[in-house]
């Protein structure tokens, strides 16, 4: 297992941008997928962006695709989430979680403990 840090979160006006990072400790990150999900107020936790351990392949769910960029650096450990035209219903705590190539949440290995992003109108 890996241990996640998230960071880069706060609140930015509707077309802003954000940069999202989770720092992992552990040597087998470079084993992993990363998948970003995010949870808003009273709202199940989604599936928002995914990595393949090495970078090569990534999938977006419909409601960020071409405002979010995920990207990974395995010599620093550091997956992270570029945020793009941010939209008021793109706020919610974000999370970073490690496992398998897949975009259900119960299968991920490893959470972080979460990001709050707050988009404001």
């Known amino acids: 297992q890996v241990q996640l840090v998230e960071s880069g979160g706060g609140l930015v006006q509707a077309g802003g941008s954000l940069r999202l990072s989770c720092a992992a400790s552990?040597?087998?990150?470079?084993?992993?997928?990363m998948v970003w999900f995010r949870q808003a107020p009273g709202k199940e936790r989604e599936f928002a962006a995914a990595?393949?351990?090495?970078?090569?392949?990534?999938n977006y769910a419909d409601s960020v695709k071409g405002r979010f960029t995920i990207s990974r650096d395995n010599a620093k450990n550091t997956v992270y989430l570029q945020m793009n035209s941010l939209k008021p219903e793109d706020t919610a705590v974000y999370y970073c979680?490690?496992?398998?190539?897949?975009?259900?949440?119960?299968?991920?290995?490893?959470w972080g403990q979460g990001t709050q992003v707050t988009v404001s109108s």
């Open positions: 552990g040597r087998t990150f470079s084993t992993y997928a």
């Open positions: 990595i393949s351990w090495s970078g090569g392949r990534s």
């Open positions: 979680a490690a496992g398998p190539w897949t975009v259900v949440a119960e299968r991920m290995n490893s």
